[in-house]
């Protein structure tokens, strides 16, 4: 089991920061573009090799966010049609999502096995969320499915104040 970290800094208008491991020593590095269209986050190793990329759809109705790793598309979150409180789901056979992934605190499972957990810290400065990762061959999808799902929030709450 492999705990990492992942802290946005609350006034960065690149969307640039890092995932580190308990020593704090970084792991993964996350840009993210800025006044770009469409809005794009890359994910990279310690290597500064692009690992995972996620990108917003731009012309859909609802918001749709594509998630690729190793260049390969493996998940989709996208919004569904709601009154009250924003739902989301994630397209992909063998990935699921439980618990409240609104919220920041959830399990992921691949084809029924627990790969990781998810949780929010709310005491800090910025977003800090804290990622256990059962299955270390999960590891970049997990990263990508935090930062999409934070991506996702961000978007919702930008849409509201507007």
């Not at 970084?26 to 794009?40: A, L």
């Not at 990279?44 to 692009?50: A, F, G, I, V, Y």
């Not at 994630?90 to 920041?104: F, K, N």
């Not at 969320?129 to 499915?145: G, K, Q, R, V, W």
């Amino acid at each position: 089991m492999k705990q990492l970290y992942m802290k946005q800094k609350i006034f960065s208008l690149s969307g640039k920061f890092s995932v580190t491991d308990s020593g704090q020593q970084d792991q993964y590095f996350v840009e993210g573009s800025f006044m770009q269209i469409p809005k794009t986050f890359t994910i990279l190793d310690k290597q500064r090799n692009e690992v995972a990329h996620i990108t917003k759809k731009v012309f859909s109705f609802l918001p749709k966010f594509f998630v690729e790793v190793d260049g390969r598309e493996i998940l989709t979150i996208k919004k569904e049609l709601s009154f009250f409180k924003g739902r989301y789901t994630i397209e992909d056979a063998a990935i699921e999502v439980r618990g409240d992934w609104w919220d920041m605190d959830f399990s992921v499972y691949h084809d029924g096995q627990l790969i990781g957990d998810v949780h929010k810290k709310w005491l800090s400065w910025g977003d800090q969320y804290e990622i256990t990762i059962n299955d270390e061959a999960f590891e970049t999808i997990l990263i990508s499915l935090v930062v999409a799902i934070d991506c996702v929030k961000a978007s919702e709450a930008a849409a509201a104040s507007s």
